[in-house]
C-alpha cells in the first residue's frame, strides 16, 4: 500500500499500532509465522544484509540475542516483519503509530521515516553507545509499582540527595508503574527506600541503565549519526516518547529521537493520548504482549491485541476488521 493509500485508510480508524522496546524478545520469535509467510524471512535477509551479520540466525539460536547491539536490529526487524505480513493481509491501517523506546523506530519505519536497512544500523550503533556509555555492572534498572509518579521521583531525589549517585525516573509505564534507571547504588537504595515505605521493586535484568542522564555521552555521539541518515516525515502520526506529541517537522524528529536516550519514556502520556483521540483498539506489533497487557487496563480502549503467532494475527485481523466495520 502506498504511503498516500495507507494515510488516507489510517484516518477513518480507531486503531493504534504500537511497537514494544527491548525486553521482548525471545528465543524463536516469529519462527511460526514464518513457515506460513515468507515476508518474515524476506524482512530479515532485508535488514541482515543491510547491517552486515544474521538476525535471522540471533533471533531463532538465541546467540548474542541479549546484547544490546544485537538485540536492537533484531526487535526492530521482527516487529517491521509483524507490519508487513499485517498489511498483505489485508489489516487495518492504524490512525497512530507509537513505540516504546527502541519500538519508536519500528514506528518510524512502518510509518516510512527511515528505511529498515537505515533503521537497524542505527539501532546497531545505539545499542553500542549506550552499552560503552556505563561500564558493565555500573548501571541499573528496577521497576517500582504501587507508587504514583511523583511519589517515584521524589524517592529517587532521596536516594540521589544521599551521595548514593544519580537515578531517575526512566520510563513512565502506567498508573503505579514506573521504571527507573541510574547508577547500581542509588537503584538499590531506591528500591530498599519503595520496600520500606509498602511499595513493590523488582530490579530488572539488564545491562543498561536506560532513559537516564548517564545516557548523555551516548546521545552526543548518536546525535551525529541521526544527522547523517536520511529521515522524512512519517506518512502515519508518530507519537513521540519524550513529549507524547507528533513531531511537526524533520528536525524535531531528529531531536526527539536523541533526547529519547538520556531522557523519560512518557508512555503513560502516549496511551492517555490515543485515548484522547478517540482509539478504541491497540494492537502491539512485535514479540510479547506486555503493551498489550498495559493497553486492555485503560477505560477507553475496548480491545488490545498482540501479533506474535499465527492465531494471534488471525484474531486481531478478524476482531479489528469487523470492529472497524470493513467486514460483517
Given at each position: 500500500m502506498s504511503a498516500k493509500r495507507l494515510e488516507q485508510a489510517a484516518q477513518a480508524t480507531k486503531t493504534a499500532f504500537v511497537f514494544p522496546g527491548q525486553g521482548s524478545q525471545k528465543v524463536g520469535m516469529l519462527a511460526e509465522l514464518a513457515e506460513q509467510f515468507?515476508?518474515?524471512?524476506?524482512?530479515?535477509?532485508?535488514?541482515?544484509?543491510?547491517?552486515?551479520?544474521?538476525?535471522?540466525?540471533?533471533?531463532?539460536?538465541?546467540?548474542?540475542?541479549?546484547?544490546?547491539?544485537?538485540?536492537?536490529?533484531?526487535?526492530?526487524?521482527?516487529?517491521?516483519?509483524?507490519?508487513?505480513?499485517?498489511?498483505?493481509?489485508?489489516?487495518?491501517?492504524?490512525?497512530?503509530?507509537?513505540?516504546?523506546?527502541?519500538?519508536?523506530?519500528?514506528?518510524?519505519?512502518?510509518?516510512?521515516?527511515?528505511?529498515?536497512?537505515?533503521?537497524?544500523?542505527?539501532?546497531?550503533?545505539?545499542?553500542?553507545?549506550?552499552?560503552?556509555?556505563?561500564p558493565q555492572g555500573q548501571?541499573?534498572?528496577?521497576?517500582?509499582?504501587?507508587?504514583?509518579?511523583?511519589?517515584?521521583?521524589?524517592?529517587?531525589?532521596?536516594a540521589s540527595a544521599a551521595g548514593k549517585g544519580s537515578v531517575e525516573a526512566a520510563n513512565f509505564n502506567a498508573q503505579g508503574q514506573v521504571v527507573i534507571a541510574g547508577s547500581k547504588d542509588a537503584v538499590d537504595a531506591v528500591i530498599e527506600l519503595a520496600k520500606e515505605q509498602s511499595g513493590k521493586a523488582i530490579a530488572l535484568p539488564v545491562s543498561v541503565p536506560s532513559h537516564?542522564?548517564?545516557?548523555?555521552?551516548?546521545?552526543?555521539?548518536?546525535?551525529?549519526?541521526?544527522?547523517?541518515?536520511?529521515?522524512?516525515?512519517?506518512?502515519?502520526?508518530?507519537?513521540?516518547?519524550?513529549?507524547?506529541?507528533?513531531?511537526?517537522?524533520?528536525?524535531?524528529?531528529?531531536?526527539?529521537?536523541?533526547?529519547?536516550?538520556?531522557?523519560?519514556?512518557?508512555?503513560?502520556?502516549?496511551?492517555?493520548?490515543?485515548?484522547?483521540?478517540?482509539?478504541?483498539?491497540?494492537?502491539?506489533?512485535?514479540p510479547g504482549n506486555v503493551l498489550a497487557n498495559l493497553a486492555k487496563r485503560l477505560p477507553n480502549i475496548e480491545k488490545a491485541f498482540p501479533l506474535d503467532t499465527k492465531v494471534r494475527m488471525e484474531d486481531a485481523l478478524n476482531a479489528i476488521l469487523v470492529a472497524e466495520g470493513k467486514i460483517a
Amino acid at each position: 500500500m502506498s504511503a498516500k493509500r495507507l494515510e488516507q485508510a489510517a484516518q477513518a480508524t480507531k486503531t493504534a499500532f504500537v511497537f514494544p522496546g527491548q525486553g521482548s524478545q525471545k528465543v524463536g520469535m516469529l519462527a511460526e509465522l514464518a513457515e506460513q509467510f515468507s515476508g518474515v524471512t524476506d524482512t530479515f535477509a532485508e535488514a541482515s544484509e543491510a547491517i552486515g551479520f544474521d538476525l535471522w540466525h540471533i533471533a531463532q539460536s538465541g546467540e548474542g540475542l541479549n546484547q544490546t547491539e544485537f538485540t536492537q536490529p533484531v526487535l526492530l526487524t521482527a516487529s517491521i516483519a509483524l507490519w508487513r505480513v499485517w498489511l498483505e493481509l489485508g489489516g487495518v491501517a492504524p490512525k497512530y503509530l507509537a513505540g516504546h523506546s527502541l519500538g519508536e523506530y519500528s514506528a518510524l519505519v512502518a510509518a516510512g521515516a527511515m528505511s529498515l536497512g537505515d533503521a537497524v544500523k542505527l539501532v546497531n550503533l545505539r545499542g553500542k553507545l549506550m552499552q560503552d556509555a556505563v561500564p558493565q555492572g555500573q548501571g541499573a534498572m528496577a521497576a517500582i509499582l504501587g507508587f504514583d509518579d511523583d511519589k517515584v521521583i521524589e524517592l529517587c531525589a532521596q536516594a540521589s540527595a544521599a551521595g548514593k549517585g544519580s537515578v531517575e525516573a526512566a520510563n513512565f509505564n502506567a498508573q503505579g508503574q514506573v521504571v527507573i534507571a541510574g547508577s547500581k547504588d542509588a537503584v538499590d537504595a531506591v528500591i530498599e527506600l519503595a520496600k520500606e515505605q509498602s511499595g513493590k521493586a523488582i530490579a530488572l535484568p539488564v545491562s543498561v541503565p536506560s532513559h537516564c542522564s548517564l545516557m548523555k555521552p551516548a546521545a552526543e555521539k548518536f546525535a551525529a549519526a541521526l544527522e547523517q541518515t536520511a529521515i522524512e516525515l512519517p506518512s502515519l502520526p508518530v507519537i513521540q516518547n519524550v513529549n507524547a506529541e507528533i513531531a511537526q517537522d524533520v528536525t524535531g524528529l531528529r531531536q526527539a529521537l536523541t533526547a529519547q536516550l538520556f531522557q523519560s519514556v512518557q508512555w503513560t502520556k502516549t496511551m492517555q493520548f490515543l485515548q484522547d483521540e478517540g482509539v478504541q483498539y491497540v494492537v502491539e506489533c512485535g514479540p510479547g504482549n506486555v503493551l498489550a497487557n498495559l493497553a486492555k487496563r485503560l477505560p477507553n480502549i475496548e480491545k488490545a491485541f498482540p501479533l506474535d503467532t499465527k492465531v494471534r494475527m488471525e484474531d486481531a485481523l478478524n476482531a479489528i476488521l469487523v470492529a472497524e466495520g470493513k467486514i460483517a
